[in-house]
């Protein structure tokens, strides 16, 4: 059995462990920082703070049989503040066209820009690899559970959801886009500025170009790569665009990776969130659910099943051994 709840301080090992796996800005190979991010994450549960910015929600997948962490995914209240802007690079085209050489041009274009009343932002989801291809797709649960908690708890969040997608990066891990641009103007390396942002924006708004940036005068592996995502991030993009979330023309300045969003109203899995009254049975199930038990408890216990069941004139029937975790026979959740 498996089961999805928030990090707590205990997992930190397995944690870790898990974000030696990818590289993200929201789950840093730290183990000081993670530390840091977990203890946040129990508070913010427990009793989120007004200033949504200061919230982050860290999810983990549990395999019940070997007590181990297998995956992670956060939800960061807010991401853009006065103190720490979102930047991105608006992506745009210019129109040239010259009366007497009866030629014109159509430039792809990109310039930076800020947002200091951001988005709640979905990241850093994480699956260990051995648990990929799982019957009960582990890596969509993961990320579904982000919905399911925002969808029970809207006040805590803002309207609009921000994703931010990888980009592809060459043979060799570097982004395309960087070295054409960001290394120019900021004289680091990649992983570096990466890292630095996560604390300091200043530079980006004092060293990289405000005019626009013309495309064309970039190598064609950085035109290639902006707003593109990298092929393992491909299945979330179409699942992200499946739920309603849609390309905003934006990416990050670094490497170009692709931003989303959508409204909280427009997400068709927190649509069809409802309460479901249960029956317990033998027979194979046809689809899966997240599944709370009803009437629910408080933010800081928020424990998820992942349930196959079969939807009987508006009766969910789940597994018999779910039976003592359902007394009252009814569940809040969605099939995903």
């Given at each position: 059995?498996?089961?999805?709840?928030?990090?707590k301080?205990?997992?930190?090992?397995?944690?870790y462990?898990?974000?030696?796996?990818?590289?993200?800005?929201?789950?840093p190979r730290?183990?000081e920082?993670?530390?840091?991010?977990?203890?946040?994450?129990e508070?913010?549960?427990?009793?989120?703070?007004?200033?949504?910015?200061k919230?982050?929600?860290?999810?983990?997948?549990?395999?019940?049989?070997?007590?181990?962490?297998?995956?992670?995914?956060?939800?960061?209240?807010?991401h853009?503040?006065?103190?720490e802007?979102?930047?991105?690079?608006?992506?745009?085209?210019?129109?040239?066209?010259?009366?007497?050489?009866?030629?014109?041009?159509?430039h792809?274009?990109?310039?930076?820009?800020?947002?200091?009343?951001?988005?709640?932002?979905?990241?850093?989801?994480?699956l260990?690899?051995?648990?990929?291809?799982?019957?009960?797709?582990?890596?969509?649960?993961?990320?579904?559970?982000?919905?399911?908690?925002?969808?029970?708890?809207?006040?805590?969040f803002?309207?609009?959801?921000?994703v931010?997608?990888?980009?592809?990066?060459?043979?060799?891990?570097?982004?395309?886009l960087?070295?054409?641009?960001?290394?120019?103007?900021?004289?680091?390396?990649?992983?570096?500025?990466?890292?630095?942002?996560?604390?300091?924006?200043?530079?980006?708004?004092?060293?990289?170009?405000r005019?626009t940036?013309?495309?064309?005068?970039l190598?064609?592996?950085?035109?290639?790569?902006?707003?593109?995502?990298?092929?393992?991030?491909?299945?979330?993009?179409?699942?992200?665009?499946?739920?309603?979330?849609?390309?905003?023309?934006?990416v990050?300045?670094?490497?170009g990776g692709?931003?989303?969003?959508?409204?909280?109203?427009n997400i068709?899995?927190?649509?069809?969130?409802?309460?479901?009254?249960?029956?317990?049975?033998?027979?194979?199930?046809?689809?899966?659910?997240?599944?709370?038990?009803?009437?629910?408890?408080?933010?800081s216990?928020?424990?998820?099943?992942?349930?196959?069941?079969?939807?009987?004139?508006?009766i969910?029937?789940?597994?018999?051994?779910?039976?003592?975790?359902?007394?009252?026979?009814?569940?809040?959740?969605?099939?995903?």
């Open positions: 059995m498996f089961i999805l709840r928030p990090a301080i205990g997992d930190l090992d397995q944690v462990e898990l974000s030696l796996l990818m590289n993200f800005i929201n789950l730290e183990r920082t993670l530390e840091k991010k977990i203890y946040n994450s508070k913010s549960f427990l009793n989120a703070h007004q200033d949504l910015s919230n982050q929600f860290l999810f983990v997948l549990e395999d019940l049989s070997s007590k181990k962490v297998i995956g992670i995914s956060i939800i960061h209240g807010k853009g503040t006065e103190d802007p979102h930047f991105f690079l608006k992506v745009d085209q210019e129109n040239k066209y010259s009366k007497s050489l009866n030629t014109g041009f159509i792809g274009t990109l310039k930076l820009g800020h947002e200091t009343n951001g988005y709640t932002e979905i990241g850093g989801l994480v260990d690899g051995a648990y990929r291809g799982h019957k009960l797709k582990l890596g969509k649960a993961l990320s579904f559970i982000r919905f399911l908690y925002i969808g029970l708890n809207k006040h805590l803002t309207e609009n959801l921000h931010e997608l990888m980009p592809p990066f060459d043979k060799n891990g570097r982004s395309p960087w070295e054409a641009i960001g290394r120019k103007f900021l004289n680091m390396e990649y992983l570096d500025a990466d890292i630095l942002s996560r604390g300091n924006k200043e530079f980006i708004l004092s060293l990289f170009p005019d940036i013309y495309e064309t005068l190598p064609i592996e950085a035109r290639d790569a902006i707003g593109k995502v990298g092929k393992e991030t491909l299945p979330v993009k179409r699942m992200l665009e499946e739920i309603g979330f849609q390309y905003t023309n934006q990050d300045p670094f490497d692709p931003h989303f969003r959508a409204s909280v109203s068709k899995c927190i649509k069809n969130l409802k309460e479901f009254k249960l029956s317990f049975s033998d027979t194979l199930a046809e689809d899966l659910y997240l599944l709370r038990p009803f009437p629910l408890d408080d933010n216990s928020f424990t998820v099943y992942l349930c196959p069941a079969k939807l009987n004139n508006d969910l029937e789940i597994g018999r051994e779910f039976k003592s975790i359902f007394p009252n026979q009814t569940a809040v959740g969605f099939n995903y």
